[in-house]
């Protein structure tokens, strides 16, 4: 691991304040980083992969905006310091939306839950071996070197939203329930605070796979906002990976359904394990709405769902499984008395 410096921010003014010379590069490639639970953090340092100078804790700061569960009539409020497993206990998330607090039960161990936060989970990096190993090129930890997993061992790759730079999953469960829910996230910066939709925080990897949000480097997630409608109780997480407990998805799907008898008025569907950013599929939503929801109607979604999706020589398993993955948390939460 390399020197570094470390600072308690007392207030959100501090924390802003010491990163202000963040320049124009990505935030994890800034001199100054925000550190959290440090789960994802304190990892990649010691693997040589996040390399800060200094790290501004923002644990201490005391703003009940960063730390609070707000649920009103319509909206989940979630500080961006929650931890996962405080979300995943709360009795009015669970009952009022079953698919966020499963996609965090379901991610890691109970420990790291109690550690990590949320703010840190949405934007923690990808488990790609080859950019965790720092001795492979990769082009998201040394832009232009190269992708050592396009010929590589990719099993555990994308199979959707890949580009010919990169194909790295992005692993995280929490955010494909909040891209299903269209959530927001607020955020306070330099230049003051903005809200925007949680699926524009994450940018496809393209040609510049190392930015991987529209975040800048002095931006902090103050929390995120997410719509609950009624329906949203008929919801659920199904994650697939190759042992129970302690691993990341191989494939999952966050669906909600509101249905009238047995149509589909409307339906959220996102795909965790498959693609390079959290993936919402609007497509198969499309196609559900105003069927009735069949094994039949199911496969055909799941069929336009992975019908862009680009295999590569390992990890071809993962389109048959994701289908099978949806068609399954379809009929589940189908089968939901709200
Ligand atoms: C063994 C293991 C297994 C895991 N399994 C899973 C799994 O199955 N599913 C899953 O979803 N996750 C899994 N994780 C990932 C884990 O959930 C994340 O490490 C954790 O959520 C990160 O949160 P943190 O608060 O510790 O973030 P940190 O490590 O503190 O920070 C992560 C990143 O976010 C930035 N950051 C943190 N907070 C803010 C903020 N408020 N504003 C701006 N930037 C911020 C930091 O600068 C850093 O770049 C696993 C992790 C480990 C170590
Ligand atoms: S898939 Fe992406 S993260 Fe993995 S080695 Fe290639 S460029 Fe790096």
Redesign the pocket.
């Known amino acids: 691991m390399l020197p570094f410096s470390y600072e308690r921010a007392e207030t959100l003014d501090d924390a802003r304040k010491a990163v202000s010379d963040g320049g124009e590069q990505p935030?994890?490639s800034a001199a100054v980083?925000?550190?959290?639970?440090?789960?994802?953090?304190?990892?990649y340092m010691r693997l040589g992969v996040?390399r800060p100078a200094h790290l501004v804790d923002?644990n201490p700061i005391p703003d009940s905006s960063l730390r609070t569960i707000a649920i009103t009539e319509s909206e989940v409020r979630l500080g961006?310091?929650v931890r996962?497993s405080e979300v995943e206990d709360h009795p009015g998330i669970n009952q009022r939306c079953p698919m966020l607090a499963e996609s965090l039960k379901?991610?890691?161990?109970r420990q790291?839950?109690n550690?990590?936060?949320l703010?840190?989970?949405i934007?923690?990096?990808t488990r790609c071996e080859y950019f965790r190993e720092t001795s492979w090129p990769c082009n998201k930890r040394d832009p232009g070197s190269g992708c050592a997993a396009m010929d590589g061992f990719n099993r555990q790759h994308a199979v959707l939203g890949t580009s010919d730079a990169c194909i790295a999953t992005y692993?995280?469960?929490?955010a494909q329930a909040l891209i299903a829910l269209d959530a927001s996230v607020e955020i306070l910066g330099q230049a003051g605070s903005r809200r925007m939709r949680f699926a524009e925080l994450h940018r496809l990897p393209g040609d510049r796979p190392e930015i991987e949000t529209v975040?800048r480097p002095d931006?902090?997630?103050?929390a995120i906002a997410v719509s609950l409608p009624a329906w949203a109780a008929r919801s659920g997480y199904l994650k697939i990976r190759d042992r129970q407990s302690?691993?990341?998805?191989l494939a999952s799907a966050a669906v909600a359904l509101d249905l009238s008898e047995e149509t589909v008025r409307d339906v959220r569907i996102a795909l965790g394990g498959v693609a390079t950013v959290p993936w919402r599929a609007t497509e198969a939503e499309e196609a559900l709405k105003g069927k009735a929801l069949t094994e039949e109607t199911a496969t055909k979604a799941a069929e336009i769902a992975f019908s862009g999706a680009k295999p590569r020589q390992h990890n071809a398993f993962k389109v048959e499984l994701g289908k099978q993955t949806l068609v399954r948390a379809l009929m589940d939460v189908g089968q939901m008395r709200i």
């Open positions: 935030p994890t980083q925000f550190i959290a639970g440090g789960t994802n953090m304190s990892d996040n923002i961006a310091l996962m379901l991610a890691a161990s790291i839950r550690m990590a936060s703010g840190g989970n934007l923690q990096r692993h995280g469960d929490f975040l931006e902090i997630i103050v302690y691993a990341f998805s």
